[in-house]
């Protein structure tokens, strides 16, 4: 059984800084692409990163791109998104996954296993 279990959440002021984590159990983590997606209150969920399995290729929503950095830790099991100059619309609920493959991929369809959630919230 894969568990996925996101944590680092949290309330923050625009302009602040927040670290997420994903700690994966349940399957060679260093196999699998991982990827970050969110989903705000009303709206539909969204990409946020992704990383391949080596953590050599990356790949962000034009939204985050040069504020947030994914990276990966496969000694440690564990996937990071460090978010950076953080705005009130990156307000959401971030889920984690693993891909489906050792490529990183966009489309939810590519993922099969999700966390829980971690909710961010980024006051004006």
């Known amino acids: 059984q894969v568990q996925l279990v996101e944590s680092g959440g949290g309330l923050v002021q625009a302009g602040g800084s927040l670290r997420l984590s994903c700690a994966a159990s349940?399957?060679?983590?260093?196999?699998?692409?991982m990827g970050w997606f969110r989903r705000a209150p009303g709206k539909e969920r969204e990409f946020v990163a992704a990383i391949n399995w080596s953590g050599s290729n990356t790949y962000y929503a034009d939204f985050v791109k040069g504020r947030f950095t994914i990276s990966r830790d496969n000694a440690k099991n564990t996937v990071y998104l460090q978010m950076n100059s953080l705005k009130p619309e990156d307000t959401a609920v971030y889920y984690c996954?693993?891909?489906?493959?050792?490529?990183?991929?966009?489309?939810?369809?590519?993922?099969?296993?999700w966390g829980q959630g971690t909710q961010v919230t980024v006051s004006s």
């Open positions: 996954a693993t891909g489906t493959s050792s490529v990183l991929a966009v489309r939810p369809a590519h993922y099969d296993y």
């Open positions: 349940g399957r060679t983590f260093s196999g699998y692409a």
